[in-house]
């Protein structure tokens, strides 16, 4: 009997490392996959991006259910007789069916059920991606060149198919600053679903890349000394009706009270924030001064060296310029769970809106050329210079942690003080590649 090739599905999760792991299954099976999932360890959790578990709170003990989700599939069918390729994202369960605590797509759930039991506004967002790529020809001033996306086709043009087909809606793909690396940008959407856009978009490129013989990677660092990859997350507020509530052109930087208070509480918990969006080993190579990324905790206008960027949008006849306003967080990178990264965001900007913070100092220049005491007037914090102080700066904010909760926050710690651990004594060029080749 010929043996009939059966497809598999892979149910998996963004995890601490924001890796995504999971279990595979015959997709036959998935519909009664999406009611009892697949089994799952809690130490799973904890795998770091070097594929090690140096630490763990939860031993070998526990039962978990990683459970597919309605709205995760990915599928990737290249029509050339290859395997077509199926993923779906899923929840983290306890064996009663109840969100796990260390489940990051279940922790931006809580954020945002929170966020609109006390206020009633909901987020959309997008992440915006720049990644590294060894395909295609580097060459002197490729960035931004029409030259350039000729010579990486028909990457390109599959890698913005692929997205289409699995429910994204590209915006935007171009050359960037440095050397092969690229930028793509897809359209807003309510926060749960940006976010798993954020994950399915990284999958799908490092699937078209592989494809073409081609080594993607969405890596702060590739090369030390060169403009790094972040992930800008662009973020807005709606109410219950769809309505835009954080326009105002009457605020500073045309920010509403709810639009500043929100922003306030980021940059409240902007030290701690960044142990979370910013987590490996190398990410602070790629926040320094003059490197088109953020140093200080900081509001500005169009200003893309600002931790928060008030976005620009066209004040032309026609154009509903409060439904564009937006604001981006620019302290990101992919090294990090989209989901965790968004929910703390928005737990701070709600403790912003339970505090009634008024609008922060809204910068203009580099506050690098003001003194301490000038900025100190102004309210512009330091970002933290390495992961080891940005996660003394999580553990000593007690409202962060809180937000995390005992698992989480304890787990989350000793993960990447164990990522800390492994990176010692290695050369910054050497780590540089293995992170390049992990993400």
């Excluded at 999760?13 to 099976?29: H, T």
């Excluded at 902007?270 to 509001?299: F, Q």
Aim: charged share 25%.
């Amino acid at each position: 009997m010929a043996i009939e090739r059966e497809t598999i599905v892979t149910v998996c999760c963004s995890d601490i490392a924001g890796q995504v792991r999971g279990k595979g299954f015959p997709a036959r099976e998935l519909e009664n996959r999406r009611r009892f999932g697949v089994g799952w360890t809690p130490t799973n959790i904890m795998i770091n991006c070097f594929g090690r578990i140096p630490a763990t709170p939860f031993g070998a003990e526990g039962d978990l259910m990683l459970v597919p989700s309605p709205e995760g599939d990915i599928t990737l069918d290249y029509g050339d007789g290859s395997p077509v390729e199926r993923i779906v994202l899923g929840d983290i369960l306890t064996m009663a069916g109840e969100r796990w605590e260390c489940c990051l797509r279940g922790f931006l759930k809580n954020a945002l059920d929170r966020l609109e039991a006390e206020t009633g506004l909901r987020v959309l967002a997008s992440f915006e991606h720049e990644f590294w790529i060894d395909g295609g020809e580097e060459r002197p001033g490729d960035s931004y060149a029409a030259s350039t996306l000729r010579g990486l086709e028909p990457f390109i043009g599959d890698y913005v198919g692929a997205l289409r087909a699995n429910g994204l809606q590209p915006d935007t793909f171009l050359p960037e600053y440095g050397p092969r690396q690229y930028e793509i940008t897809v359209d807003p959407a309510l926060a749960l679903q940006a976010a798993d856009e954020a994950v399915k978009l990284r999958e799908i490129g490092r699937s078209v890349a592989r494809k073409h013989g081609y080594h993607l990677s969405f890596s702060p660092v590739v090369t030390r000394g060169i403009v790094g990859n972040g992930v800008h997350i662009h973020f807005s507020l709606i109410d219950k009706d769809g309505n835009p509530v954080m326009y105002d052109p009457a605020g500073p930087g045309k920010l509403s009270p709810v639009g500043a208070s929100f922003a306030a509480g980021i940059l409240k918990h902007g030290r701690a924030i960044s142990a979370i969006a910013a987590p490996s080993a190398i990410s602070y190579e790629r926040l320094k001064p003059h490197s088109w990324s953020a140093y200080y905790l900081n509001l500005a206008d169009r200003d893309r060296e600002a931790l928060l960027r008030i976005c620009p949008y066209p004040e032309v006849e026609g154009v509903n310029v409060a439904k564009r306003y937006n604001i981006e967080f620019r302290g990101a990178d992919a090294t990090a769970s989209p989901y965790l990264q968004l929910a703390m965001l928005i737990h701070a900007g709600l403790e912003g809106i339970r505090a009634n913070l008024p609008a922060p100092y809204l910068s203009s220049g580099d506050p690098g050329t003001l003194s301490q005491a000038e900025r100190d007037a102004r309210g512009i914090g330091d970002l933290p210079r390495s992961l080891p102080e940005a996660l003394q700066a999580l553990e000593e904010d007690s409202v962060a942690m809180g937000w995390l909760g005992p698992v989480l926050s304890k787990a989350y710690l000793i993960h990447k003080r164990g990522e800390i651990s492994m990176s010692e004594g290695i050369d910054i060029d050497e780590l540089c590649r293995i992170y390049a080749r992990a993400y």
